[in-house]
């Protein structure tokens, strides 16, 4: 099992311009999240999904927009990138329950520079 | 909204010697987590702690539920190069349909060999 994958690993952006990350789990988790880290910060929740087409927002969701389509994918949206976006992107998935330690299997990240 | 205070934010540490790091909050939570992240990669799950007063080991790594249900510690003995990374601590309230995780913003590990 190859976990959870993030497409692309680093990506450098204009301002304006938009973008979609990509992230991929083949453990059949049905919950999947977004976070995003900043230097000197934990991880921020942006956005998050409890199943395949819904979605919810997070901590911090503003100027981003996700889709859940397949229950294996989960997308993240920048549609005007902004250079305050500028941070490392990380996907996450768990299983709902069944397990006591509802532990999130995180993705390598992706990270993305704003100029 | 609720927060993590973490501390210490850095500790640069001799091979060999033990560590400690805390968290703390004003809220109450059901669950503790322990993540650690390694450069470059994202966080992986080390502890979990369910319980009140929990005292739970993992090889060199112990850490503890405190009885107020606000805060908890995480040692390290006995400290090895591999050790270096982010360290975070995470809170949640578990039976929540999002499982959502909070972090406190890490305490960085540095060993010297």
């Known amino acids: 099992n190859a976990g959870v994958t993030q497409t692309p690993k680093f990506r450098v952006l204009k301002t304006g311009q938009s973008m979609t990350l990509l992230c991929a789990q083949d453990?059949?988790?049905?919950?999947m999240y977004w976070y995003r880290q900043d230097p000197g910060m934990g991880l921020r929740l942006i956005h998050y999904s409890v199943g395949e087409g819904t979605t919810a927002k997070g901590e911090v969701p503003d100027g981003y927009n996700v889709s859940r389509l397949k229950k294996q994918n989960f997308l993240l949206g920048l549609e005007s990138a902004a250079p305050s976006q500028t941070s490392v992107y990380f996907c996450?998935?768990?299983?709902?329950?069944?397990?006591?330690?509802?532990?999130?299997?995180f993705g390598p990240g992706t990270r993305l520079t704003v100029l | 909204g609720q927060q993590l205070n973490q501390s210490p934010q850095s500790m640069f540490i001799q091979e060999g010697e033990d560590v400690s790091m805390n968290c703390t909050s004003s809220s109450i939570f059901n669950t503790w987590l322990w993540y650690k992240q390694d450069p470059g990669e994202g966080p992986v799950l080390l502890i979990a702690?369910?319980?009140?007063?929990e005292l739970t080991s993992n090889g060199r790594l112990t850490a503890q539920f405190g009885i107020t249900r606000k805060d908890s510690f995480l040692n390290i003995s006995a400290s090895i190069p591999s050790d270096v990374g982010i360290y975070f601590c995470v809170s949640m309230n578990y039976g929540g349909s999002q499982g959502n995780l909070i972090f406190g913003k890490g305490t960085k590990l540095s060993v010297k060999p």
């Open positions: 702690l369910y319980k009140a007063g």
């Open positions: 453990m059949n988790h049905e919950y």
């Open positions: 996450a998935s768990r299983t709902p329950s069944g397990s006591p330690y509802n532990e999130q299997f």
